[in-house]
């Protein structure tokens, strides 16, 4: 079946600091993929998705690329802000699948001043 | 807009207990869902639905029932609770859309405590 696995965290990072995090997923076919986010006591919201191979999303500064060859959708961002502080959520959905979403476990991310 | 609203926000049963998540959206979304959020396994999926009247099992429907009667309402219905409840409910919605590129819109979040 389908599967996404990201890295576990706590990801802790200085502000202004690079921030990477691994995505990998199973599936067949050419699923849409997703970064949502959730900062404290709220709920999910998207953050950027791409839909085909070498697709890349983009918003606030982040960015993620759809790599078929590696079955990959890592989300990075140049210079985080302690404003980026929260859960992040790789996820995938089939066509067809009535946007039911597979969501990795989440990674926490928390940046220091 | 509200968007998704989702009440109550915590709520705290007694096993055996019987309590009713609701979830209502503004947006004339067809596709509704509900997920649970439990620590290191990120969201999985409860029941959906693609449109008034239609409902379907997601990963994980034991112990849940839900129905659809009008568009803007998706209410979760524990009829028994168990401590394995013990989670952080979601309702989602979407606009129809079979690419599978569908963005969700999530509630809140109810949490739920089963003693």
């Known amino acids: 079946g389908n599967s996404v696995t990201q890295m576990e965290g706590p990801v802790t990072l200085s502000e202004e600091a690079f921030l990477t995090i691994n995505c990998t997923y199973t599936a067949t076919g050419y699923p849409s993929l997703f970064w949502y986010v959730q900062y404290p006591g709220e709920g999910l919201q998207l953050l950027l998705k791409a839909t085909k191979a070498d697709d890349k999303g983009s918003n606030k500064g982040f960015e993620a690329t759809y790599r078929k060859e590696t079955t990959s959708f890592h989300l990075e961002k140049g210079s985080v802000q302690v404003s980026d502080s929260a859960v992040y959520f790789c996820?995938?959905?089939?066509?067809?699948?009535?946007?039911?979403?597979?969501f990795g476990a989440g990674t926490q991310v928390v940046v220091t001043p | 807009n509200a968007g998704v609203t989702q009440t109550p926000k915590f709520q705290v049963l007694k096993t055996g207990q019987s309590m009713t998540l609701q979830c209502a959206q503004d947006?004339?979304?067809?596709?509704m869902s509900w997920y649970r959020q439990d620590p290191g396994m990120g969201l999985r999926l409860i029941h959906y639905s693609v449109g008034a009247g239609i409902t379907d099992q997601g990963e994980v429907p034991n112990g849940y029932n839900v129905s659809r009667s009008t568009t803007e309402d998706f209410p979760l219905r524990l009829l028994s609770a168990a401590p394995s409840q013990t989670s952080v409910y979601f309702c989602?919605?979407?606009?129809?859309?079979?690419?599978?590129?569908?963005?969700?819109?999530f509630g809140a979040g109810s949490r739920l405590t089963v003693l």
């Open positions: 947006m004339n979304h067809e596709y």
């Open positions: 996820a995938l959905s089939k066509t067809d699948s009535w946007g039911k979403l597979q």
């Open positions: 989602a919605s979407s606009p129809f859309d079979l690419s599978g590129a569908n963005v969700l819109t």
